[in-house]
């Protein structure tokens, strides 16, 4: 008799919500990983539009261009420029210049770091260089420049030329 109670209570207890009785249970911990790289990128660069150049005019013509990049925290930089596709074609030797398409004349200009023009970047000079304090983007730096007057070149031309702004890093 005492063989049939245990049975109806036990029947019971797991018809009614009794507790069941647990058979164990495991932990196990796992890493979460990952590596961050060192890199730099630009953020926005714009193009130096001079405007309408007057060879006959007594004054040069200045204009200038900005550009923003950012680079990972702590990353050390150097940022370059180089003097564009027609590297001392123009009248001013050792400059870059533009070049009108399609009568192949040359506009010589200067790249500056001040809107004077007193400091000119040479071909691979370098123009800016820092270290990533944060992510975020730097300030948008200013390339200034100059197209030096009484140029000898046609009228009605439109010249181009294309330059290379570089990130070492």
């Known amino acids: 008799m005492k063989s049939t109670f245990r049975i109806v209570l036990a029947a019971a207890l797991a018809l009614f919500g009794a507790p069941a009785l647990a ?13 961050t790289q060192t ?6 660069t714009n193009a130096l539009a ?3 150049y ?18 990972s925290k702590g990353t ?6 180089n003097h564009g596709q027609n590297d001392g074609a123009g009248s001013v030797a050792a400059q870059p210049s533009m070049v009108s398409t399609p009568a192949g004349d040359f506009l010589s200009y200067y790249l ?26 730097l300030p948008a730096q200013t390339i200034y420049g100059i197209v030096p ?7 009605n031309e439109t010249f ?9 890093y």
């Open 23 to 35: 058979a164990g249970s495991v932990n196990q911990s796992f890493q979460v990983t990952a590596n």
């Open 39 to 44: 890199a730099c990128r630009f953020v926005a």
């Open 160 to 168: 181009l030329d294309n330059v290379t702004i570089t990130i070492n």
């Open 54 to 71: 007057d060879p006959t005019a007594p004054a040069d013509l200045p204009g200038s261009t900005t550009y923003q990049f950012r680079c």
């Open 112 to 137: 500056c770091a001040d809107s004077a023009c007193s400091t000119k970047y040479t071909n691979g000079g370098t123009i800016f260089t820092g270290t990533a304090g944060s992510n975020a983007a």
């Open 149 to 155: 007057n009484g140029q000898n070149v046609g009228a």
């Open 76 to 81: 050390t930089y150097t940022v370059t420029i």
């Open 50 to 52: 001079f405007g309408t």
